[in-house]
């Protein structure tokens, strides 16, 4: 006796409805950081322009790219919420991953061209009106704080949100950075901070672009939650009475906050259908309570399986290459 449970058997009990609501209780909040940061840009850049700071235009340019950041994780939002159809088994979970890796990529390339116009300007930093780039700095810094104040309950929810966490985070080392240079030009004339300046926010910015590219591409490739131990599972998944072995465990992401499982697991003698299921009942209900895994798809078998002698054989050569 062969029983196979799909994905359907395997989805958690509410998980739908439970997205619809922390959509819901996070969109408010993108908006506003997203109309806060969006404004401001503005603000910052004709700043920069009107004082000479490329540290206010560094940070505008990241506040730019955060903005923008911030309507890819609105959309995203607005996907996850859609319902599995035909062509899209599991909805579009994903959507929020792909959000994220945007926005990375974005924020990136800002901090790149950042550190690119302030190495030009290292050799001879133009002079610039150190007390309005304070001024503009400050408030730049408390839209920031206001930002990450608002985003800060929601950074662990997935990738998508993080990411916009992040961004407010290093926007306000970022406005600090800049608030320094104008104090540097207005107490000291000394021009060459500014540049220095850009250039350590240029280096906060892709360093965090790129640890956001590493996690939403590590997801994108399915690979393993790093915070799931594959023996562990193995371990409690045989504290089931009657499952005898487990093994062709796999473990991927189907979004940052969503991990699927698939399984061989054995049972004792020759169960019928309704007593694996039963079985396989209580393995989903312990992978949801105890590693919060939320799809399991489960092969119960009597006897474990064995591969065909070709595929056998394949993989006896492959070893021995």
Same mark, same amino acid.
């Given at each position: ?6 994905? /359907? ?5 509410g ?6 609501? !922390? ?7 993108l908006?506003?950081? %997203?109309?806060?940061? =969006?404004?401001?840009v ?5 700043g ?19 903005? /923008? ?6 959309v995203?939002?607005?996907l ?8 899209h ?9 792909? $959000? ?9 390339? %800002? ?14 930093a133009p002079?610039?009106? /150190?007390? =309005?780039?304070?001024?503009? !700095?400050?408030?730049?810094?408390a ?25 407010m ?9 800049a608030?320094?240079?104008?104090l ?12 220095? %300046? ?10 965090? $672009? ?8 590590h997801?994108?490739?399915?690979? !393993?939650?790093g ?7 193995? %371990? ?8 005898v072995?487990?093994h ?6 189907? $979004? ?13 003698g ?50 021995? $290459?």
């Open positions: 006796m062969d029983g196979h449970l799909g994905p /359907g058997h395997g989805h958690a009990p998980r739908d409805h439970g997205r619809g609501h !922390a959509a819901d209780a996070v969109r408010s909040r908006v506003l950081v %997203a109309l806060l940061n =969006g404004g401001f503005a603000v910052e850049v004709v920069g322009l009107a004082f000479g700071s490329l540290a206010l235009l560094a940070d505008a340019a990241h506040m730019a790219s955060d903005a /923008g950041g911030l309507i890819l994780a609105l995203a939002q607005t996850v919420l859609r319902p599995p159809s035909g062509r088994t599991y909805g579009l979970v994903r959507s929020e991953v792909l $959000a994220a890796q945007a926005n990375g990529l974005l924020t990136g390339a %800002a901090g790149l061209w950042v550190m690119v116009e302030a190495v030009g300007r290292l050799s001879q002079a610039t009106e /150190g007390l =309005g780039v304070t001024l503009v !700095a400050l408030v730049g810094l839209i920031n704080l206001i930002s990450v104040r608002l985003l800060f309950s929601l950074r662990h929810h997935n990738l998508n949100l993080r990411g916009a966490f992040l961004h985070a290093a926007d306000s080392a970022g406005s600090v950075a608030i320094v240079a104008g540097a030009a207005l107490v000291g004339s000394a021009y060459w901070v500014d540049p220095v %300046a850009s250039i350590l926010i240029g280096v906060l910015v892709v360093w965090s $672009a790129w640890g956001l590219l590493r996690a939403t591409t997801v994108l490739l399915e690979g !393993a939650p915070h799931l131990d594959r023996d562990q599972l193995t %371990a409690a998944v045989l504290e089931v009475p009657t499952v072995d487990v062709h465990l796999h473990l991927w992401f189907l $979004a940052s906050d969503s991990v699927a499982l698939s399984a061989h697991v054995v049972l004792d020759e169960p019928t259908l309704h007593e694996a299921q039963v079985v396989g009942g209580r393995i989903r209900e312990l992978l949801h309570e105890r590693f919060a895994i939320e799809h399991a798809t489960l092969e119960l078998e009597c006897h474990r399986c064995e591969p065909p002698a070709g595929v056998a054989e394949m993989n006896h050569h492959a070893g021995r $290459a």
